[in-house]
């Protein structure tokens, strides 16, 4: 039973689509993430949301927005594709913005944008 | 900018030594450090953590070291097994920013049977 899932795991799209990313945690917490891993391997925050308040917007480009339903959701929605988006995009979630507690990943969208 | 590095992209160790991640920081707020284990195609696990008002924690087989006047920490992982074998990332957190990680660039780990 999957803790935090993501869906889909690969997304291939051609440049100027518009896409959809998928999350859902069934841990009851109530902080969610998004992170971007780089082709350099980085890993960084894109957004976080605290009961399906937006708490953490970093600076990333509008074409990206984030939506959560409810505190077990938060999608992603990429407008306009560029190359530059190619990544892998992790969800995450903790009980709350908390820093001893990590939080749990999902397993990652590979989204590739040609 | 980044406030967390590993300047180790990679190690190897043989099995049943020790492994020694190293991780330096420049954010003197940061309170939280956490190390995350990631195996290929899956999301990183946390692992361990340490208050910046600590020096030391340990879980098993896994010691992460705190010199804050250094601004640098360290994961021991003794012994090591073959399943250890992964990519380790340091993270860092400040309750300013809200508790969000700053990541390293990871370290991938290798052990020899």
């Known amino acids: 039973d999957t803790a935090v899932s993501q869906t889909p795991k690969y997304l291939v799209t051609q440049m100027g689509n518009d896409k959809s990313i998928k999350c859902e945690q069934n841990?009851?917490?109530?902080?969610m993430y998004w992170y971007k891993q780089d082709s350099k391997k980085f890993l960084k925050i894109m957004f976080s949301?605290?009961?399906?308040?937006?708490?953490i917007n970093e600076t990333v480009p509008n074409r990206f927005s984030p939506k959560s339903p409810d505190k077990a959701h938060l999608n992603l929605h990429i407008n306009s594709l560029e190359l530059g988006d190619s990544a892998v995009y992790f969800c995450?979630?903790?009980?709350?913005?908390?820093?001893?507690?990590?939080?749990?990943f999902g397993s990652g969208t590979r989204l590739t944008v040609v | 900018d980044q406030q967390v590095k590993q300047n180790s992209p990679s190690l190897s160790v043989q099995e049943g030594r020790i492994s020694i991640l190293n991780c330096d920081y420049t954010?003197?707020?940061?309170?939280?450090f956490l190390w995350y284990k990631k195996y290929p195609a899956e999301g990183p696990t946390f692992l361990i953590s340490?208050?910046?008002?600590?020096d030391k924690n340990e879980d098993g087989r896994f010691t992460v070291f705190l010199n804050k006047s250094a601004k640098h920490l360290s994961l021991h992982i003794v012994p090591s097994q073959p399943g250890d074998s992964a990519v380790y990332f340091c993270?860092?957190?400040?309750?300013?920013?809200?508790?969000?990680?700053?990541f390293g660039a990871g370290t991938t780990v290798t052990v020899r049977a």
């Open positions: 995450a979630s903790s009980p709350g913005p908390i820093g001893s507690y990590g939080y749990t």
């Open positions: 841990l009851g917490h109530d902080t």
């Open positions: 949301y605290n009961n399906k308040e937006l708490i």
């Open positions: 954010n003197s707020m940061f309170d939280y």
């Open positions: 340490i208050s910046s008002i600590k």
């Open positions: 993270a860092a957190s400040a309750l300013k920013d809200d508790y969000k990680l700053s």
